[in-house]
């Protein structure tokens, strides 16, 4: 008889080829398209905002885990890649570099590593950094460089209003739609308007989201469940009062909606676990979204949407989750 004991851990027994690291590359890979467009239209601006935000959160990661908090580096999971991507991807090409810097400082030090790093985050590292720089530095960050003209430029790009920021100036002002000088839909799917780098092209962020789909990175409930409240929303206004509410398309293509919904309300530490909650919070961010756009004082509202519902999250997960194996058995 063999000498082998056999050795019974705790749960959970399934494996998978999938790797933190692994689902950090996917997600990086998928920012690519839109990444490629943005240097198409901004030039070097989005290079340097990318290069000193992805550097910097690394940096800060490695620098709290060595001397901070004394455990193992993690930055090879590539988690903080990817947080610093976002980040650039939601401030201007142009933004100042210290300011950058402290995003990155506030999505790393502040909202990730203080609350024990990957995993133990309640809201999403680059969200609460944007919010935070939009709240600090209200003028860097809505001074958005318009596309082609700022090619060659960074710090003295020409800049301009968004879309949605278009379209708020405009209705306080008593205009109607029509009466806007607003980028056609097809300018706003290349992304021919101004924003920040991940709101550019409609295009590039829904190729991403394929590649996200295809390699089982992120499931398209919340996506979908966002895209189609915000659709079905902001139709209704639509049809109720045209002249004074844009049609859903242009709230699909403008702003950082497919961005938040591709990107930021599918990471996995603070999105729900079950497809049931995440309906529950793809709708939830639809709705707050769509509100704050149209009655808020901000032009864009899908940040705050998605921070508010991070904050429902433990409570979503509480009472919907699939049950336990064997507790229906169990309860017969």
């Known amino acids: 008889m063999d000498n082998k004991q056999l050795v019974v851990s705790l749960s959970p027994h399934v494996q998978s080829p999938q790797t933190t690291q692994k689902l950090m590359l996917n997600v990086v890979l998928a920012l690519m398209p839109a ?5 198409f239209y901004f030039g070097i601006g989005p290079l340097l905002v ?7 959160c690394v940096l800060i990661e ?13 930055v090879g999971d590539l988690s903080a890649v990817v947080t610093g991507l976002i980040l650039a991807f939601n401030v201007p090409s142009n933004l100042p570099w210290y300011i950058v810097v402290l995003g990155a400082l506030v999505a790393i030090g502040m909202t990730k590593m203080s609350f024990g790093g990957l995993g133990n985050n309640i809201f999403n590292p680059a969200i609460v950094a944007r919010v935070f720089l939009l709240i600090s530095f209200p ?20 800049t301009g209003a968004t879309p949605l920021a278009v379209l708020k100036e405009g209705l306080s002002k008593g205009q109607t739609i029509s009466q806007m000088d607003l980028p ?10 101004g924003g920040s780098l991940g709101e550019i092209s409609a ?31 902001t139709g209704i206004l639509w049809l109720v009062a045209p002249e004074t509410n844009a049609n859903p398309i242009f709230h699909l293509l403008t702003g950082g909606l497919l961005l938040g919904a591709i990107f930021m309300a599918t990471d996995y530490v603070t999105s729900p676990m079950h497809p049931a909650g995440m309906w529950v919070y793809g709708i939830g961010i639809g709705l707050l979204t769509v509100i704050i756009r149209v009655w808020g004082s901000y032009p864009e509202g899908m940040s705050f949407a998605i921070l508010i519902m991070n904050s429902v999250v433990p409570l ?11 507790e229906r058995r169990a309860a017969q």
């Open 203 to 233: 295009l590039a962020l829904l190729i991403g989201m394929v590649w996200l789909l295809i390699t089982r990175t992120i499931t398209w409930h919340i996506p979908v469940s966002i895209i189609g409240t915000v659709a079905a929303f």
């Open 50 to 56: 990318t290069l000193l935000s992805v550097g910097s």
């Open 184 to 193: 056609s839909n097809m300018d706003m799917f290349m992304g021919l308007m």
């Open 316 to 326: 979503i997960n509480k009472y919907m989750k699939p049950k336990r194996f064997g």
């Open 62 to 74: 490695y620098l709290i885990q060595r001397f901070v908090l004394r455990t193992k580096s993690t």
């Open 139 to 158: 003028v860097q960050m809505t001074s958005w460089p318009q596309p082609i003209e700022s090619r060659l430029q960074y710090t003295d790009a020409l």
């Open 35 to 39: 990444f490629a467009v943005s240097l």
